[in-house]
């Protein structure tokens, strides 16, 4: 299984970007795909979760109104759309899947919950 994140870069604040966690060879159709991030001497933490079990989204308080998670309909892509963006949400960017289809963000255990991740990619918000 490997996943793959691309769309990160540097925008000016209160612009937007777009990320896509490519997901290549989980055959399953129910799992989640959870976007963490982690700045420079901080911790990883939860930003959004989407479960294609039933469609349904998680947000960290942070982000909820200005993010959004979504997925194509043959669930090989999952898209963060970041919207209205701040210098505090400069981080790399981390997508990862939970092979039973829950969604984990907010939790103390969410970055333990996943089974696999992708490499990230850098998000930088500046003027």
């Known amino acids: 299984v490997q996943l793959v994140e691309s769309g990160g870069g540097l925008v000016q604040p209160g612009g937007s970007l777009r990320l896509s966690c490519n997901i290549y060879?989980?055959?399953?159709?129910?799992?989640?795909v959870g976007w963490f991030r982690q700045a420079p001497g901080k911790d990883r933490e939860g930003v959004a979760c989407?479960?294609?079990?039933?469609?349904?989204?998680s947000y960290a308080d942070a982000v909820k109104g200005r993010f959004a998670v979504s997925s194509d309909n043959a669930k090989t892509t999952v898209d963060l759309q970041m919207n209205v963006l701040r210098p505090e949400d400069t981080a790399v960017y981390y997508c990862?899947?939970?092979?039973?289809?829950?969604?984990?963000?907010?939790?103390?255990?969410?970055?333990?919950?996943?089974?696999?991740w992708g490499q990230g990619t850098q998000v930088t918000v500046s003027s």
């Open positions: 060879g989980f055959t399953f159709d129910n799992f989640a």
């Open positions: 990862a899947l939970e092979a039973s289809g829950l969604c984990w963000v907010n939790q103390s255990v969410a970055v333990y919950e996943y089974d696999y």
């Open positions: 989407f479960s294609t079990v039933d469609g349904s989204t």
